[in-house]
């Protein structure tokens, strides 16, 4: 299904849902927009073999996040601004990619400075290198979101994973599609995000732990083929993962019979990002004008506007 206004795509189900027409209460953000978990294939260190195998990766029709290294000449290869342009994100991952303990902003503007002069797009995300902790403090007034390396296990809707340092897997050398999906399943039942950070690929001497493109590709193919996981970027479900929890902390205030949610965003949160939410009934406006029910189940609430409002 192609995606919504909102550029969030069409969750399982074959809509036709009725707007409630019941009391107006609460208000129900819809987990990962409505999919039973989320997973996010990201891609570190712009090595050869990402460029090389890029044709097969995109022939998979699913939007992946590569964070480069821009110290390296395979930063300034063509295939990233192809990349871009076929919907993926581009995030940063230093220009040293120094993980030694000596962390600095310095090198992390370098290689943000570096992304907006050669591709004219923001980088919303970054991952440190290595997962090096020394990053994490430094990234929180930089990104929304800094990926580490571990744990290895789900990041839950109202879990206690840290934004500024966030787990993810890392397959080992040769990693059958099997582990992949084992990884995948167990997200999936959990109703988590599955974030996985590869380097390379098999025969790519530079890559730590390659792996075997056809078994990489067969394993997002079967990710595909469950039909109720988002596959999503690293800043698309990263922000509705965060704007979710914004909302969780909304405050809230009465007047007449009208119910206003208001909640503060992250700092460096990206924008034009949207929740998905469900009522039991009533009348849900933002900016005084009231918003469309999707009968797939839900309304959609901009993120931005800072606040929403329930009516009878």
Same mark, same amino acid.
């Given at each position: 299904?192609?995606p ?14 009725p707007?409630?027409?019941?009391t ?31 044709p ?8 992946f ?7 390296k000449?395979?930063?300034?290869n ?13 995030g940063?991952?230093?220009?040293s ?15 943000t400075?570096?992304?907006q ?17 020394c ?5 929180k ?10 744990p ?18 890392i397959p080992?050398?040769?990693q ?20 996985y ?5 098999t ?20 990710t ?10 690293? *800043?698309t479900?990263?922000?509705?993962? $965060?704007? %979710? !929890?914004?909302? =969780?902390? &909304?405050?809230t205030a009465t007047?007449?019979?009208?119910k ?8 460096q949160?990206?924008?034009?990002k949207?929740l998905r *939410?469900?009522v039991?009934?009533g009348? $849900?406006? %933002? !900016?005084?004008? =009231?918003? &469309?029910w ?8 901009a993120?931005?506007a800072?606040s ?5």
């Open positions: 299904m192609p919504a206004a909102s550029g969030l795509p069409t969750p399982p189900g074959a809509g036709g849902v707007k409630p027409s019941g107006p209460g609460a208000i129900t953000v819809l987990n990962w927009a409505g999919f039973k978990g989320a997973v996010t294939y990201s891609f570190d260190d712009d090595n050869t073999s990402q460029i090389q195998n890029y097969a990766l995109q022939a998979l029709g699913v939007p996040t590569f964070y480069l290294w821009t110290g000449t395979e930063a300034s063509s295939i990233w601004a192809t990349a871009l342009k076929d919907g993926h994100e581009i940063n991952h230093t220009m990619h120094d993980s030694s303990g000596h962390c600095t902003a310095a090198d992390i503007n370098s290689a400075t570096f992304i002069t050669k591709l004219n797009t923001k980088a919303w995300t970054m991952a440190a290198p290595n997962g090096s902790s990053f994490a403090p430094l990234s007034g930089l990104f929304f979101i800094n990926r580490g390396v571990q290895s296990q789900p990041v839950l809707p109202n879990g206690n994973s840290d934004p500024s340092s966030l787990n993810c897997y080992g050398t040769g059958q599609a099997s582990v992949f999906k084992t990884n995948v399943d167990d997200g999936r039942s959990k109703g988590g995000w599955v974030i950070v590869v380097h390379g690929f025969g790519d001497g530079s890559a730590y732990q390659p792996v075997d493109i056809a078994q990489m590709t067969a394993a997002i193919s079967y595909k083929s469950l039909g109720d996981m988002w596959i999503g970027t690293m *800043v479900v990263g922000a509705y993962w $965060l704007g %979710q !929890k914004a909302f =969780a902390s &909304a405050m007047s007449g019979t009208d206003t949610w208001t909640w503060t965003l992250p700092g949160f990206p924008t034009g949207f *939410v469900k039991d009934g009348t $849900l406006k %933002q !900016k005084g004008v =009231a918003l &469309a999707d009968p797939h189940g839900y309304y959609e609430i993120l931005d800072g929403v409002t329930l009516s009878p």
